[in-house]
Nanobody, 119 residues
Framework: QVQLVESGGGLVQAGGSLRLSCAAS????????MGWYRQAPGKQRELVAI???????NYADSVKGRFTISRDNAKNTVYLQMNSLKPEDTAVYYC?????????????WGKGTLVTVSS
């Protein structure tokens, strides 16, 4: 089992910045991904950014150049630095950890943290 605790959401004006953190506890496989997804009202959950255990990253086109994902493996923590925020970034942001072992994949989710960007 893996437990995820997110922090760092809040209200910010357009153009501002926020930093999200997600601390994972439990059994984290050596092969894994850590990431952030978001869900805006009335929309499906979508990928924001992921970082694999080797450090490679992937971003949604809508956040490239503005958001940066990073991880501290010693602390099992993933971060999302969000700059130049836009009202359309408003959503509940969910942390995800995916354990991978061969064909075995298990996803774990945090409860979410709300980010509100005012215009």
């Amino acid at each position: 089992q893996v437990q995820l605790v997110e922090s760092g959401g809040g209200l910010v004006q357009a153009g501002g910045s926020l930093r999200l953190s997600c601390a994972a506890s439990g059994i984290i496989y050596s092969s894994n991904t850590m990431g952030w997804y978001r869900q805006a009202p009335g929309k499906q959950r979508e990928l924001v950014a992921i970082i694999i255990s080797g450090g490679r990253t992937n971003y949604a086109d809508s956040v490239k150049g503005r958001f940066t994902i990073s991880r501290d493996n010693a602390k099992n923590t993933v971060y999302l630095q969000m700059n130049s925020l836009k009202p359309e970034d408003t959503a509940v942001y969910y942390c995800n950890v995916r354990n991978i072992r061969g064909t075995y994949v298990m996803d774990y989710w945090g409860k979410g943290t709300l980010v509100t960007v005012s215009s």
